[in-house]
């Protein structure tokens, strides 16, 4: 059963920084690519971020890109968001997502197979 367990979400002002974790179990890295998602309420869900464990690729969101970073530690099955300058659009609740590595990118920015349960963060002017 693959379970995706997010923290690090939290208050913060504009231009500061916050670090999301995502715990991974119940999936093996190599087979998945691994992103995070955010919603805030009103607004379509966005995709955030998301890498692939082959070769390292990453891919970001044009409204975060330069700012935010996407990681992961395979010996702790473990997925980071290192995310900097932060704005207060970039309030919302962050998902910590999991696709087939088989996906194409136009599923993997649209949607995911699993679904962390959130983090808020927020981001006061």
């Known amino acids: 059963q693959v379970q995706l367990v997010e923290s690090g979400g939290g208050l913060v002002q504009a231009g500061g920084s916050l670090r999301l974790s995502c715990a991974a179990s119940?999936?093996?890295?190599?087979?998945?690519?691994m992103g995070w998602f955010r919603h805030t309420p009103g607004k379509e869900r966005e995709f955030v971020a998301a890498i692939w464990w082959s070769g390292g690729s990453t891919y970001y969101a044009d409204s975060v890109k330069g700012r935010f970073t996407i990681s992961g530690d395979n010996t702790k099955n473990t997925v980071y968001l290192q995310m900097n300058s932060l704005k207060p659009e970039d309030t919302a609740v962050y998902y910590c997502t999991a696709a087939y590595a088989s996906r194409p990118v136009s599923y993997i920015k649209r949607t995911a197979d699993y679904w962390g349960q959130g983090t808020q963060v927020t981001v006061s002017s």
């Open positions: 119940g999936l093996t890295f190599s087979s998945y690519v």
